[in-house]
């Protein structure tokens, strides 16, 4: 009879007509198991569709074999990565989890270290954090950050380069001739939020177009808090004829709003991104942008933790480049 519910591995050895003690050997691969024995249990265990548990797996031997994947929550920007990371593990042998823990508002800081702490040891072997706020890893296990809030001080790290690709969009509104070019800024607790000012603010230098402070806001990296600040900016009696907002998410939300103000993009206000998530080909017109080489990113990450993890030596830091992608959203003044 086929068991019902989860497989055990005394299903396996009632099936295969052994002791629970055989299946265990054969699962681990030792020795005093006949050949024909270790084939009946193996041909068991694919009909019954048979997995041990992490946990179990991870007491026996110390390692699970599986990476984590932390993230404060799941958006645009980590759902790119982890499509990077899910491509390069299948060379590694290794099985990912990706994990969030439904953090509330008044919860994010320090979330890495309350999931590290939870899954570390018993659940997996390495984890990849993104954007994670405060990295004081234990050492329990290697870790990788992604684009961490403080930049690359504390553990092995894989970002991208904030400050071109920031100057790039900027110069690129410069070069359509614009020259009251507004900011709508990310967080501002993350070292990439304060490379992409500093890259915009650069490229204005250059030019010879000081800063107006009134043209500056803080968008957040998130469409909601986006809203007031793209308001606002568009709503000046001398308003900007062009926003470089510092994501796509507040990008898309900056045309949104233009539209409700009645602004046409990009005849009346043109608009340039960052990150070059899918969305930002989609939205009407399509969002000029920086793009950022997310999948590589991810896969640069799952590679460096799993070489961290086998004890293979890495550069603490690596920095990928970006480049501006020209779509509809810009245009010449």
């Not at 233009?258 to 070059?276: H, I």
């Not at 950022?292 to 550069?315: K, T, Y």
Request: aromatic share 4%.
């Amino acid at each position: 009879m086929r068991p019902t519910g989860r497989v055990t591995i005394g299903d396996v050895a009632r099936s295969a007509g052994v002791s629970v003690a055989t299946v265990s050997k054969v699962i681990n691969d030792r020795y005093g198991v006949a050949p024909e024995t270790s084939a009946r249990v193996h041909e068991v265990i694919a009909d019954l569709g048979y997995e041990s548990s992490i946990v179990a797996r991870s007491l026996r031997s110390r390692r699970t074999n599986v990476i984590g994947i932390l993230v404060a929550e799941f958006e645009p920007f980590s759902t790119e990565l982890l499509k990077g990371i899910s491509e390069a593990v299948e060379e590694t042998g290794y099985e990912l989890l990706a994990y969030s823990g439904g953090l509330r508002r008044d919860d994010r800081i320090g979330w890495e270290q309350r999931y590290l702490s939870r899954l570390a040891g018993t659940l997996i072997d390495g984890a990849i954090l993104v954007t994670p706020t405060v990295v004081a890893p234990d050492g329990s296990i290697p870790v990788v950050a992604v684009d961490p809030h403080r930049g690359p001080s504390g553990p092995p790290t894989v970002d991208s380069d904030n400050v071109a690709g920031a100057r790039a969009a900027t110069e690129h509104l410069v070069a359509l001739g614009h020259r009251r070019i507004g900011f709508l800024g990310g967080r501002p607790d993350l070292e990439s939020a304060r490379l992409r000012e500093q890259g915009y603010r650069e490229a204005l230098g250059a030019a010879g177009i000081p800063v107006d402070p009134d043209l500056l806001r803080v968008g957040g990296y998130r469409a909601d808090l986006a809203d007031l600040p793209a308001h606002e900016l568009l709503s000046l009696p001398d308003r900007p004829t062009a926003v470089f907002a510092a994501n796509d998410l507040s990008a898309i939300r900056t045309m949104e709003v233009a539209r409700e103000l009645g602004l046409r993009v990009p005849d009346d206000v043109s608009v340039v991104g960052f990150d070059n998530v899918p969305e930002s080909a989609l939205t009407d017109p399509p969002l000029t942008t920086v793009s950022q080489p997310i999948h590589r990113m991810g896969a640069e990450a799952l590679r460096m933790v799993v070489d961290l993890v086998e004890g293979r030596p890495r550069d603490a830091h690596l920095r990928l480049p970006t480049s501006l992608v020209v779509r509809g959203s810009t245009r010449a003044l």
